[in-house]
Nanobody, 115 residues
Framework: QVQLMESGGGLVQPGGSLSVSCAAS????????MAWHRQVPGKERELVAT???????TYAGSVKGRFSISRDRTFKTGRLQMNSLKPEDTAVYFC?????????WGQGIQVTVSS
């Protein structure tokens, strides 16, 4: 079992920066990719960014160049740095990891971009 806990988030003005972190605990051997997703009410969950065990990153087109995903070498923590935030980035952000094909999710954390 893997447990994930997000932290950070909150309220930020448009154009500002914010980061969210993910702390992983439990059975951390053989973890695969880590990802961040986001969801707004009434819409499907959207993949924002991923980082593979080899460090290769991918981003949704809507956040490319503004967001940066990272994780430490122990795979115990991950981070999503969000810059040049827009109101449309407002969502609940979820940390996700895969292990042997199974998905594990955090509880989500709110990020609100508003003046």
């Amino acid at each position: 079992q893997v447990q994930l806990m997000e932290s950070g988030g909150g309220l930020v003005q448009p154009g500002g920066s914010l980061s969210v972190s993910c702390a992983a605990s439990g059975s951390l051997l053989s973890l695969d990719a880590m990802a961040w997703h986001r969801q707004v009410p009434g819409k499907e969950r959207e993949l924002v960014a991923t980082i593979a065990p080899n460090g290769i990153t991918t981003y949704a087109g809507s956040v490319k160049g503004r967001f940066s995903i990272s994780r430490d070498r122990t795979f115990k923590t991950g981070r999503l740095q969000m810059n040049s935030l827009k109101p449309e980035d407002t969502a609940v952000y979820f940390c996700n990891v895969k292990k042997f094909g199974r998905d594990y999710w955090g509880q989500g954390i709110q990020v609100t971009v508003s003046s």
